[in-house]
C-alpha cells in the first residue's frame, strides 16, 4: 500500500469515528477535527459519500452567503450496514439489530423448550435467516454476534453455559452449519454484552468504574476499570455467580455448593420460596405476591437481599467500583429490598470502606442482544482504525 493511500485510509477512519462521535458537521468542521486542510477533508468526505458511508444533509440554518445557500453537512449513513446481535437464554432466544450509527432497528423474541444445543441452533438459525429474507437490503448485514450465559472462548465453543448445562458446546460451528448467507462473527458473555447495552444507555462516562451484574437464570459480572472491560488472564473474569458463600445454596445450580447464584439466581428464589411452602412457580407470580404484602414472599426476599449485600461486599473490596449497576430478570426484586441489600452490604464491609452506589440499569431483558449487536457494531470500527495503522507501519517500514 502506498504512503498516500494509507494516509487517505488513515484519516477516513478517523473521519467516521468523530462523524460517529460529535454527530453531523461541516466539512469546514470536520478539517478542523482532524487538523487537516479543508480540501483534503472535502476529499476524504468524497470517496465516504461515493462508498455509502457518508451522506449529505441540510444544516439547521443558512449559511451567511450571498447565494444564500443552505449549509450542507456530512453525516454518517446510518443506512449503510446493519449488525446483528442474538441472545440465547433458557427458555427464549432474542435476535436484535442496529444500523451504522448504533441504533436499535429490529427486536424480536421467540420462546423455547429445549436447550439441547442443535436444537437452539437451528431455532436461532431460523429467525436470523428470516430476518434477513425480510430485510429490504439484506446485503448490508455484516454478521452477529451470539450472546450465551456462560464462559466462551475465541474458537466460537462455550466452554460451560450452567444455566443451559452446556459444557464444551460448539456453538458457532453449529451455527454455521445452519446458516450460510449470515457471518456467525463471535460469541460473547451475556454479562459483557448486558454492559454494553447499559453504558451506551447510561453513558460511558459514568460508568468508567464499576460492575454490571446480569442476574437471570445464573449470574453474571462485566467488570470495568478505567472505561475498560476486565477480561482476565483467559477472558474468564467476573463470574461471580461461581464464589463460593459459605453456606448451602437454596439450590444446586452451578456445580459449586454454595455458589452465589444458588441462592440469588431465580431458580433459587423460586426454589427458596417452595420450601417454605409457596406455590408460585414463576419469578413474575412470586413478585406479585411479595408486592402483595405476603410475609412467606417476604422472608424469601430478605434472605435473598442478606445474600446479594455479602456478594456485593465481595465485590467492594475487590475492586472498589463507583457504582454496582444490575439487570436481568431477577433485577426487579432489588426495588422491593433495597434498604436491606444496602444494610447487609454495610454490614459486610470493613469501616471506612466506601460502598459504591447500588441501581437498577435502565436497561430490559433485551440488553444481552442489543450489547452483542453493538459490539459487533462498535468492532466493525475499530477494525478499521487498526487496519489503517497497520497499513500506516508497513508503509513506514518499507519506506525504511
Partial sequence: MSMPATVRQINAARALERLLVRGPMSRADLARELELTRATASRIAAALIREGQVREVAGPETVPQRTGRPAVRLQINADHALFLGADVAAGHLRLCAVDFVGRVRHLSDRPVESTRPEDLATALAGMIAGYRAACPRPGTIRGVNVSVPGIVDLHGEVLRAPPLGWRRVPLARLLRQRLDTVRVAALVNDANAFAVAARERHGPDTLAEGVFLFIDEGVGACLVSGGRILLGRDGYAGELGHIPMG?????????????????????????????????ETTLAGFLDRLGAGDPRARRVADDWARIFGRGAAILTAMLNPRAILIGGRVAPLFGHVRDRVLESLEANLMPETPAPVLELADVGPEAPAIG??????????????????????????AAS
Fill in 247 to 279: 453456606e448451602p445454596g437454596f439450590c444446586a445450580h452451578a456445580g459449586v455448593a454454595g455458589a452465589f447464584e444458588s441462592f440469588v439466581a431465580r431458580r433459587a428464589i423460586l426454589a427458596r420460596n417452595a420450601a417454605l411452602g409457596g406455590g
Fill in 372 to 397: 452483542a449487536a453493538l459490539m459487533l457494531q462498535r468492532g466493525h470500527f475499530a477494525a478499521m482504525g487498526e487496519a489503517a495503522a497497520a497499513g500506516e507501519a508497513a508503509a513506514a517500514a
